[in-house]
């Protein structure tokens, strides 16, 4: 969504889909509200966060408030719906590198008693 039409918004107008959405309650609060447990998670970890409502009943769900403009929210949302995986994702993907004989690669005592016991 283009941040320029959150000027277009009035209150009580939702952006967003279903997992993820938010809305101006009053000017200068921005109410953010999922369906998804991990976004919640990742919201209600913020210090700026507060919560506001929580409901199980019909599916997950839960609102946060924070004190920030509505473009400030889609901003937010972009990212959290833009991140399919992890920041780090890739790192656990990581081999640690060999030397050529096929031996852990290491420095000092430490990687000699690594080359040894692989040996």
Request: charged share 25%.
């Amino acid at each position: 969504m283009n941040t320029n039409a959150c000027s277009k918004v009035g209150l009580n107008e939702a952006v967003g889909g279903q997992e993820l959405c938010a809305w101006q309650p009053v000017r200068g609060v921005v109410w953010v509200q999922t369906r998804n447990p991990k976004h919640a998670r990742r919201l209600g970890q913020r210090g700026d966060s507060r919560l506001v409502a929580r409901g199980v009943a019909g599916g997950y769900l839960k609102t946060l408030e924070f004190r920030r403009s509505l473009a400030w929210a889609v901003r937010l949302m972009k990212r959290y719906m833009s991140a399919k995986a992890a920041t780090n994702g890739a790192l656990s993907d990581a081999r640690c590198p060999t030397a050529s004989r096929g031996r852990p690669v290491g420095r000092g005592r430490a990687g000699r008693l690594a080359a040894q016991a692989a040996a």
